[in-house]
T-cell receptor, first 117, second 111 residues
Framework: NAGVMQNPRHLVRRRGQEARLRCSPMKGHSHVYWYRQLPEEGLKFMVYLQKENIIDESGMPKERFSAEFPKEGPSILRIQQVVRGDSAAYFCASSPPSRYANTGELFFGEGSRLTVL | LAKTTQPISMDSYEGQEVNITCSHN???????ITWYQQFPSQGPRFIIQGYKTKVTNEVASLFIPADRKSSTLSLPRVSLSDTAVYYCLVLPTGTASKLTFGTGTRLQVTL
């Protein structure tokens, strides 16, 4: 059973370009979370999605950032018109559907490291 | 959401027992306490979870006093490979919800 797969692992963009980060959750998982980690800092929650629904996007910047988790295919975090401050590691996590979803265990991918030149 | 406070960093020698304490004074009745481990350049990994008293698995033990306002992650006989950042999280009530990570405790194990 493959773990959470993120790609690309490393992405370099110039200011003003678009960055697309993809996340395939573990098999059977229908909840996806995106986190951002700046160098030497903790993880900051960005968005929580279920299939075709955004459940909580309270951590997403209001502009330039969007996320989706379509019925088919991976979840995508999209950053438009990137700036240097967007340089960070972006982690995706997934969890299974559960009546009691606060089981505490999220399964994280290896992250996508975005560098904006 | 219950706020957590834990030391920024700790140092230990290989073979010692390490105890990392986390304070969560505003923990709610239905909240669980969860610890994650993160190695450099990797995603966090679930270590252990508990509600009260003591929980033990093959990796660590978690001690939670009766008032549940704090918890202690205990790593027995650490090795160099235990060098990582350890996060204490308190799960919010309700159905599906996000986890909130703080800055964690950076554990450095040396010979």
């Amino acid at each position: 059973n493959a773990g959470v797969m993120q790609n690309p692992r490393h992405l370099v963009r110039r200011r003003g370009q678009e960055a697309r980060l993809r996340c395939s959750p573990m098999k059977g998982h229908s909840h996806v979370y995106w986190y951002r980690q700046l160098p030497e800092e903790g993880l900051k929650f960005m968005v929580y999605l279920q299939k075709e629904n955004i459940i909580d996007e309270s951590g997403m910047p209001k502009e330039r950032f969007s996320a989706e988790f379509p019925k088919e295919g991976p979840s995508i975090l999209r950053i438009q018109q990137v700036v240097r401050g967007d340089s960070a590691a972006y982690f995706c996590a997934s969890s299974p559907p559960s009546r009691y979803a606060n089981t505490g265990e999220l399964f994280f991918g290896e992250g996508s490291r975005l560098t904006v030149l | 959401l219950a706020k957590t406070t834990q030391p920024i960093s700790m140092d230990s020698y290989e073979g010692q027992e390490v105890n990392i304490t986390c304070s969560h004074n505003n923990i709610a009745t239905n909240d669980y306490i969860t610890w994650y481990q993160q190695f450099p350049s990797q995603g966090p990994r679930f270590i252990i979870q508990g509600y009260k008293t003591k929980v033990t698995n093959e990796v660590a033990s978690l001690f939670i006093p009766a008032d549940r306002k704090s918890s202690t992650l205990s790593l027995p006989r650490v090795s160099l490979s235990d060098t990582a950042v350890y996060y204490c999280l308190v799960l919010p009530t309700g159905t599906a919800s996000k986890l909130t990570f703080g800055t964690g405790t950076r554990l450095q194990v040396t010979l």
